[in-house]
């Protein structure tokens, strides 16, 4: 077995920013029940740290996070990873986060409070 066999039967990798660990968990396993590696993060700079280490396929983030907001997150994420997948979450539409979606900066807007339905299929849409 080469190791491009190995890599593509691994489960392709979700990281959910949330500093509301509830909210993180009930994400996190909805998305594991997909079938897909979950890793969590309660901050913006925890995030930053967790990808200098380890490779995800998309990152779903609260806009409201203690320390480094969703919004400034994104940015980053864009200049470093400027193919990964990204979608925000947030209960409170503005036209910041409007203007990130529309600027490409982001791939996805959840809003919440969300259908189960409505995550699986923006994870399935930007994972494939």
Do not use: W
């Not at 979700?14 to 309660?42: K, P, T, W």
């Not at 409170?92 to 996805?108: H, W």
């Amino acid at each position: 077995m080469s190791l491009q066999d190995v890599t593509m039967n691994q489960p392709k990798r979700v990281l959910v920013v949330d500093d509301e660990e509830g909210v993180r968990e009930i994400v996190s396993e909805m998305i594991a029940d997909m079938g897909f590696s979950v890793c969590g993060a309660e901050s913006g700079e925890d995030a930053l740290k967790l990808l200098k280490k380890t490779k995800v396929d998309l990152v779903i983030s609260d806009v409201k996070i203690k320390g480094m907001d969703g919004l400034s997150l994104a940015r980053r994420l864009r200049k470093r990873f400027p193919k990964l997948p990204l979608a925000l979450m947030t209960a409170f539409d503005s036209a910041d986060v409007r203007k990130m979606v529309s600027d490409r900066k982001v791939d996805f807007l959840l809003l919440k409070p969300f259908y189960m339905d409505e995550l699986r299929g923006m994870v399935q849409h930007l994972t494939c």
